[in-house]
């Protein structure tokens, strides 16, 4: 290993050089390129390559971690994101180098299958797009493996696995380096080719399934894949790992006590008693049913991306502790408050129990990364939180069937990068009224086709929606209203964020309650309304975009603005669009300058369709005419021709 730690110092002094290797016949090339396209790059910055206006951004290595069970398959141990700027049609990645460094001697001992695997712009392995054809013996030295991608701008994933045989040493290392990506002609080093650490192979004896069967029955387990091993006559808990192969199914119906158990890919565990365990793997697009017994007699739950676990009962959740990948799922049968055993991060969470009654979740599913979705639960049962809670939602947050009643008495503060859905079932953000409060912090769009969605019903203060951005440079959400049952509490769209009205309306805004476009925030409602009997505040140096042919109007029941009571800022930007003509801006006051606007916008479907602008509306700045006629009935302070 004091090799292997050289080479990573020697890999951190390649960072801070970004070295561009370049073979001598794509010198020229190079050369060529960067006066082309002019993006060549001055030593010491950042390299570039461009083809057809996309540029080779930079590339890098990522360490995969965690512990290696003895034969399994396409373990990944090099995580390799390319990233590429521009526009175009994209760049041609051929190859990845790479070499086994670091990995414990012999190789062929250790490491098998050599496979590397692209999974798009998704940043989680899976066994995706393979990319050129399998390794089977691992070089020494360095080995090239062949991609051929066109990539398009983004940010793409690329996953080096081995097979870790079960000749594999206990406590062995398996670790790789990155020499150098190929775009074209160049080769490019990525800013830390070796980075430092390694996966650690178990101390585990496999034991693969001929068929299915029962984990007891000793008869069922071979040495071998293939059966021509060796049955073995016990099953030694202290070290064998029960391996259910593809396509095999297996009934744990009677107590058992094993080290490990692997299901492997399309392979299926149904636990009906209790099942004792240190590991239990759910490898992608396994399944563990757990019909009965007690989860906590399995120490280490570990779910790789695309598996499955279906709890179905009313004990504890399988594992006392828990490694899951953000697109693994557990799907709850049976919810109870005891159902999950301390914190777990999860993947995504889907309950669908048909018999459920109330479940505070306050403490349950506070870190999710993939979606949460409420689906069914049960006649008179519903979803809430009794206590202050903080959730934290990195995909979807969806309610297709079930209640979810928000807080009870306490503070939900929610969290979602994804979109909200709601197509059918209940969502509140209070489970009474005036007994709680949520702050729903959203990244996504809000997709209210069906069911019910009161965000209205908070205590004092207030419960709110705040429609955030997400950290991309420009942001946009869509709001998507059908025959969902709306009523809106306080709604704020803050600075650097955009949000577009694209079907129905957005309301209805109950009374009480406020729609507030920040400074720097954007609504653009297009032809469809802001209603309810609340109100709605467009402040200093916000936008609003307008598509009612009506414009907007303080008193009357016409325009985009619909609700009881409506404040426009002399200092925001009025944007007028859609094929609506003439369209007129309408009747509207605005503070604290009256008649008053900083800037107006005209940016019709066509150049004939026509904007009519108030006589009295003063225009700070020029209007900006993108397409579209802007006329005025009579004079103003400040010409607009």
């Not at 479940?359 to 993939?370: H, L, P, T």
């Not at 908070?458 to 959400?477: A, C, E, N, R, T």
């Not at 109007?553 to 859609?578: C, K, M, P, V, W």
Request: hydrophobic share 40%; glycine share 12%.
């Amino acid at each position: 290993m004091a090799g292997k730690r050289r080479q990573k110092i020697r890999g951190v002094q390649q960072i801070s050089l970004r070295r561009k290797l370049v073979t001598a016949a794509g010198i020229s090339f190079s050369i060529f390129m960067a006066c082309a396209f002019t993006v060549f790059q001055l030593a010491g910055t950042r390299p570039g390559y461009a083809y057809q206006k996309a540029i080779f951004d930079h590339a890098d290595a990522v360490q995969v971690e965690g512990a290696v069970l003895r034969g399994t398959r396409n373990r990944p141990v090099l995580h390799i994101p390319v990233k590429v700027s521009g526009e175009g049609t994209g760049l041609d990645l051929r190859t990845i180098s790479f070499t086994a460094g670091g990995t414990t001697m012999p190789l062929q001992a250790q490491i098998r299958n050599a496979r590397l695997w692209y999974t798009g712009t998704i940043n989680e392995f899976q066994t995706g797009r393979l990319c050129g054809a399998t390794l089977p013996v691992v070089p020494a030295g360095n080995f090239e493996i062949t991609c051929n991608l066109r990539l398009a701008a983004g940010l793409h994933h690329f996953w080096l696995t081995f097979d870790i045989p079960a000749s594999a040493k206990p406590l062995a290392a398996i670790d790789a380096e990155c020499n150098y990506v190929q775009v074209g002609m160049d080769k490019f080093l990525p800013f830390m080719h070796s980075p430092p650490g390694a996966r650690e192979v178990l101390d585990n004896v496999p034991l693969y399934s001929t068929g299915s069967s029962k984990p007891g029955r000793e008869t069922q387990w071979n040495t071998m894949r293939d059966g021509s091993g060796t049955m073995v006559t016990n099953l030694d808990s202290t070290r064998h790992t029960l391996f259910i192969q593809p396509g095999h199914k297996v009934e744990c119906t009677a107590p058992v006590s094993v080290h490990s158990v692997c299901i492997e890919r399309e392979g299926m565990l149904r636990i009906e008693a209790v099942l004792s365990a240190s590991r239990l793997v759910i490898e992608e697009k396994g399944v563990l049913r757990h019909d009965d017994g007690d989860g906590r007699e399995i120490d280490m739950l570990v779910m790789h991306g695309g598996s499955s676990l279906m709890h179905n009962h009313h004990g504890v959740m399988a594992g006392r502790r828990h490694q899951m990948s953000g697109s693994a799922e557990v799907v709850f049968y049976r919810l109870h408050e005891s159902s999950v055993n301390g914190p777990v991060i999860w993947g995504s969470v889907l309950v669908f129990d048909t018999r459920m009654h109330a479940v505070d979740i306050s403490r349950m599913f506070n870190q999710v990364r993939g979606d949460f979705e409420v689906r069914r639960t049960g006649m008179d049962g519903y979803l809430y939180c009794g206590r202050n809670a903080d959730m934290h939602i990195g995909g979807n947050l969806e309610i297709t069937g079930g209640v979810f009643r928000g807080a009870d008495d306490a503070q939900l503060k929610l969290r979602v990068d994804g979109s909200l859905v709601v197509r059918d079932g209940y969502f509140s953000d209070a489970v009474h009224a005036g007994a709680g409060r949520t702050v729903m912090q959203l990244s996504g769009h809000a997709i209210l086709e069906g069911g019910q969605f009161h965000f209205d019903k908070g205590k004092s203060g207030h419960s709110s929606l705040q429609l955030v951005p997400s950290g991309i440079m420009h942001d946009v959400s869509v709001w998507r209203q059908g025959s969902c049952d709306t009523r809106l509490g306080d709604l704020h769209i803050p600075e650097n964020k955009e949000v577009q009205i694209e079907k129905g309306w957005l309301g209805k805004v109950s009374e009480g309650y406020t729609v507030t476009i920040a400074s720097g925030g954007t609504l653009m409602c297009g032809r469809y309304p802001v209603a309810g009997p609340g109100g709605f505040v467009l402040e200093d140096r916000a936008t609003l975009g307008i598509g009612n042919i009506h414009g907007i109007n303080s008193e009357s029941d016409q325009g985009n603005i619909l609700t009881g009571h409506r404040r426009f800022s002399s200092g925001a930007t009025y944007i007028f669009s859609s094929a609506s003509s003439p369209q007129v801006a309408g009747e509207f006051r605005t503070r604290p300058e009256p008649h008053t606007v900083r800037s107006v916008v005209v940016n019709k479907e066509s150049a004939e369709q026509v904007v009519v602008l108030p006589a009295a509306l003063r225009i700070k700045g020029d209007p900006v005419v993108r397409m579209g006629i802007v006329r005025r009935a009579a004079p103003v302070s400040k010409n607009v021709n």
